[in-house]
């Protein structure tokens, strides 16, 4: 158990203020790449800004991005889409607005998947039926 | 292999004695999350409450659930669970749960609704949140309250 418990603790320490849980904010236009499991991306705008997800490489990856300080609205582009009708933008208006996602192997490929996020939280589409459900 | 063990290791983290279960402080008490992903499940014997402490980083999920439903469970959600600042919720049913994750907003660090027992009731501070568990489907909302 010693182990179990160092790894939750590990996990919980990975988010302090230094911590490899926390992904820095690329910036304006600037892509955003998970490359550990479980990473937050703490976003501040000044603006009307842009970011790019990543398209994940592996399922099972959890992540999640978050507007931090609302300068302005953040667009967020997520590389190959987020649901099943694919779309890929979604708009975070307010500070506290946040989505978490989970990677999916579809196929070959590799896709993110909403698995929660700010209710009401707008998410505009690339397709017209766009009911973002979690698919 | 350490990915295979850390996989391991977090699936018997959740064993019956296992770390990622946060013991249920008891009536009137608070439940302090302090490692990643701990499930705190809850016994009640006649209507209790239960405070969930702010947490102190961003990006942690927790969940609360209730266990043995003896009464209705209030929770009240340090700093606030959406943009409204509601702190509290209640559980009806044994099988309510909410999950949350830490976010950073500014200077300071707060839950935020994750996922939640479909039939949850929310009861709020302010009057307008009765959140159902499905995300809003429609596309053409500015966000408004969480």
């Not at chain 1, 490359?35 to 970011?51: A, F, I, N, P, Y």
């Not at chain 2, 013991?23 to 809850?42: A, F, L």
Request: glycine share 10%; net charge negative; charged share 15%.
């Amino acid at each position: 158990m010693a182990g179990a418990h160092r790894n939750l603790n590990d996990m919980y320490r990975a988010f302090e203020t230094t911590g490899p849980g926390k992904i820095p904010d690329p910036g304006n236009a600037g892509t955003i790449e998970f490359k550990l499991w479980g990473q937050v991306c703490s976003v501040v705008t000044t603006t009307t800004e842009t970011r790019t997800l990543a398209q994940p490489d592996r399922p099972g990856i959890v992540g999640t991005v978050a507007l931090d300080t609302d300068g302005g609205d953040l667009t967020l582009t997520v590389t190959g889409g987020f649901n099943q009708p694919g779309n890929t933008t979604i708009t975070m208006a307010d500070a506290g607005d946040f989505v978490t996602f989970v990677s999916v192997k579809i196929g070959t490929s590799y896709v993110w998947r909403e698995l929660g996020k700010k209710r009401a939280l707008a998410v505009p589409s690339t397709s017209p039926s766009s009911s973002p459900s979690a698919t | 292999m350490s990915a295979h063990r850390t996989l391991k290791d977090m699936y018997r983290a959740f064993e019956a004695t296992g770390p990622g279960r946060l013991q249920d402080p008891g009536s009137g008490e608070t439940i302090t999350v302090d490692m990643y992903g701990q499930i705190c499940s809850v016994v009640t014997t006649t209507a209790e409450a239960r405070t969930l402490a702010q947490p102190d980083r961003p990006g942690v999920i927790a969940t609360v659930c209730l266990d043995t439903d003896g009464g209705d469970l209030t929770l009240t959600v340090t700093g606030g669970y959406n943009r409204d600042a509601d702190t509290v919720i209640t559980f009806a049913n044994a099988g309510d749960f909410v999950t949350f994750i830490s976010l950073k907003i500014g200077t300071s660090y707060y839950w935020r609704l994750l996922a939640n027992a479909e039939e949850l009731v929310i009861s709020s501070a302010s009057p307008s949140s009765t959140p159902s568990a499905s995300p809003s489907a429609s596309p053409s909302s500015s966000p408004s309250a969480t």
